[in-house]
């Protein structure tokens, strides 16, 4: 017993000299550098949509933002641990997450939407425009999606039969190459699979899913979580964060949507 509590205080005095040494005035802002254009780097530099928002929030709450580069998978672990304060990702508001962390209210909004088979379109009268609904009633589509991912889970929860791919580029190959119809997922690798197989490829633009998109604080952390949520209740007033970041990423996110602006993640 006597060596467990030695063991515990000494961990405990390492954890409160390592808080310590850290500037508490900077905000570290867990997010992974790798999905463009809203998390991504120019020259080894933090650039995109979320990278904006978090220095925005930094601005809002008057402290200095530090972006720290952290995979996806690890961003609750390096929340909970104390390496990071907040999470501005692009993550996805869900109860399994809940459970970890405390989400502020939605602040962008991610759709599901469709890539779909040319061949198969044309036969089956499909466009653009063309609803989830219509789709969901084509009783012969063959879906494919990712294994453990959204896009075969949603297809299945319809009753859809899905061929799983392990990985995203599989999935479109499988789409592009006519051995399936249609492949749910978030709008950039959509179009982005589009745009890789133009020939063989069209965008369904209704979504499927409108998922909410939150910052994640530390359960516990009201103080920063309020913050959060009054940044966010800010962010629509005139010439605030939506406006600013629309003004800087509408043409780019237009350019790779084709179709869309950033008014696409905006509202639900």
Known sequence: MRKMLIAFTLL????????????????????DLSYPPFETQ???????????????????I??????????????????????????IASMSITEERAQSVDFSDPYFYFKIISLVNQDFADAEGIDEDTTKDELLALDDAQFVGIAAQV????PRDYGKDVIEATELSTAVA????????ILLMSA????????????????VWDPFVSSPIGMAVAQGNT????????????????????DQL???????????????????????
């Open 174 to 181: 499988n789409v592009a190459q006519g051995t399936a119809d």
């Open 42 to 60: 120019e020259n080894g530099e933090p650039v995109g949509i979320s990278v904006d928002v978090a220095h925005m929030f930094g601005e809002f």
């Open 62 to 87: 008057g402290r200095e933002v530090e972006i720290v580069n952290t995979g996806f998978g690890g961003l609750i672990n390096s929340l909970n641990s104390g390496e990071i304060d907040i999470i």
């Open 223 to 242: 103080e920063l979580r309020e913050q959060a949520n009054d940044f966010i209740a800010s962010m629509d007033e005139p010439g605030g964060a939506y």
């Open 151 to 154: 896009s075969a889970q949603i």
């Open 12 to 31: 405990l005095s390492i954890s409160i000299l390592a808080a310590c040494g850290r500037d508490q005035d900077v905000l570290r802002v867990g997010m």
């Open 188 to 203: 950039f690798p959509v179009t982005n699979g589009h745009r890789a197989n133009p020939d063989t490829t069209m965008v």
């Open 246 to 268: 629309q003004e800087k990423w509408d043409a780019e996110v237009q350019a790779l949507l084709e179709r869309y602006g950033l008014e696409f993640f905006i509202n639900e």
